[in-house]
């Protein structure tokens, strides 16, 4: 059984910094791809950054890239995303997501559709 369980959000000013982590169980983390979503309330979840399988390649939204900075590790089994500079536009529900198809990565950004497993979700907040 997938498991996935974030941690490492909190309220913080904006221009702070913050690591959320992800634990992965119940599967061969090492063969997925990982990434890390958002959802503030009453709009669309939508994909801020992923990390494919040997940790080789990322891709960032626009909206993070430059503040953000994804990593796993694979021994582990943790995957983590650094945020720095927060703003008060970065306060959402963080949610984590394995990817369904072993050794698969995308050229692009997924939707959430995508994903069949996801944690329940750490919450920042960025206050101005």
Same mark, same amino acid.
């Given at each position: 059984?997938?498991?996935?369980?974030? #941690?490492?959000?909190?309220?913080?000013? =904006?221009?702070? $910094?913050?690591?959320?982590?992800?634990? =992965?169980? &119940? *599967?061969? *983390?090492?063969?997925? =791809?990982?990434? +890390?979503?958002?959802?503030? %309330?009453?709009?669309?979840?939508?994909?801020?950054?992923?990390?494919? =399988? /040997? &940790?080789?390649?990322?891709?960032?939204?626009?909206? !993070?890239?430059?503040?953000?900075?994804? $990593?796993?590790?694979?021994? /582990?089994? @943790?995957?983590? !995303?650094?945020?720095?500079?927060?703003? %008060?536009?970065? #306060?959402?529900?963080?949610?984590?997501?394995?990817?369904?198809?072993? /050794?698969?990565? +995308? @050229?692009?950004? %997924?939707?959430?559709?995508? *994903?069949?497993? +996801?944690?329940?979700? @750490?919450?920042? @907040?960025?206050? $101005?």
């Amino acid at each position: 059984q997938v498991q996935l369980v974030e #941690s490492g959000g909190d309220s913080v000013q =904006a221009g702070g $910094s913050l690591r959320l982590s992800c634990t =992965a169980s &119940g *599967f061969s *983390f090492g063969d997925y =791809a990982m990434c +890390w979503f958002r959802q503030a %309330p009453g709009k669309k979840r939508e994909g801020m950054t992923c990390i494919n =399988a /040997r &940790g080789t390649n990322t891709l960032y939204a626009d909206s !993070v890239k430059g503040r953000f900075t994804v $990593s796993r590790d694979d021994v /582990r089994k @943790t995957f983590h !995303v650094d945020m720095n500079n927060l703003k %008060p536009d970065d #306060s959402a529900m963080y949610y984590c997501a394995a990817a369904s198809r072993r /050794r698969h990565f +995308w @050229t692009s950004l %997924p939707d959430d559709s995508a *994903f069949r497993d +996801w944690g329940q979700g @750490t919450q920042v @907040t960025v206050d $101005s």
